[in-house]
T-cell receptor, first 113, second 113 residues
């Protein structure tokens, strides 16, 4: 497809489990972003990739969160030892440049029981 | 530090009324970009406009218009003759310098028929 694709769309897991969320950006977009959105709030920045490298990971809340983009295209957000407070919609976006328009996916809704 | 403030959490208007959504930002960078995004009930964020810090010219696109004033650090968004389809959460956002996009907390707009 032409847009940003995120899988899974919904994930329910138990506290303490490991979770991976995948983002497939628009082809050719070098910038890729992860955001987290809790109910009633604005998207909260997590990490930004320029190519394969994390240009800014200052938004990752703690060391349980990690993201990779090994070939400069698909990215995976990894959450270890999930906690109930991790429940949110995780949004991925890509852009042809850092200051350009961000194209968002539909998000992955994570629920930690 | 960079910050985006949307003081109006929720606005309700009747169809055909004009409505203005306020956005105030803070940044120490002299070069920055401002954005507005729309998040309809379906959840996917939709880009509306991008403005750089050197371009204070106001912009009109159909029923939408934006008023950028550096003197008051504001980037307000007006919808003229609102329609029910305008009902959504609207986010103002800032790209300051080299850092990633920072969103405000959003304003929920309800347009009643």
């Amino acid at each position: 497809g032409a847009g940003v694709s995120q899988t899974p769309s919904n994930k329910v897991t138990e506290k303490g489990k490991y979770v991976e969320l995948r983002c497939d950006p628009i082809s050719g977009h070098t910038a890729l972003y992860w955001y987290r959105q809790s109910l009633g709030q604005g998207p909260e920045f997590l990490i930004y990739f320029q190519g394969t490298g994390a240009a800014d990971d200052s938004g990752l809340p703690n060391d349980r969160f990690f993201a990779v983009r090994p070939e400069g295209s698909v990215s995976t957000l990894k959450i270890q030892r999930t906690e109930r407070g991790d429940s949110a919609v995780y949004l991925c976006a890509s852009s042809p440049t850092k200051t350009g328009e961000l194209f968002f996916g539909e998000g992955s809704r994570l629920t930690v029981l | 530090a960079q910050k985006v403030t949307q003081a109006q959490t929720e606005i309700s208007v009747v169809e055909k009324e004009d409505v203005t959504l306020d956005c105030v930002y803070e940044t120490r960078d002299t070069t920055y970009y401002l954005f507005w995004y729309k998040q309809p009930p379906s959840g996917e964020l939709v880009f509306l406009i991008r403005r750089n810090s050197f371009d204070e010219q106001n912009e009109i696109s159909g029923r939408y218009s934006w008023n950028f004033q550096k003197s008051t650090s504001s980037f307000n968004f007006t919808i003229t003759a609102s329609q029910v389809v305008d009902s959504a959460v609207y986010f103002c956002a800032l790209v300051p310098g080299r850092r990633a996009l920072t969103f405000g907390s959003g304003t929920r707009l309800q347009v009643q028929p």
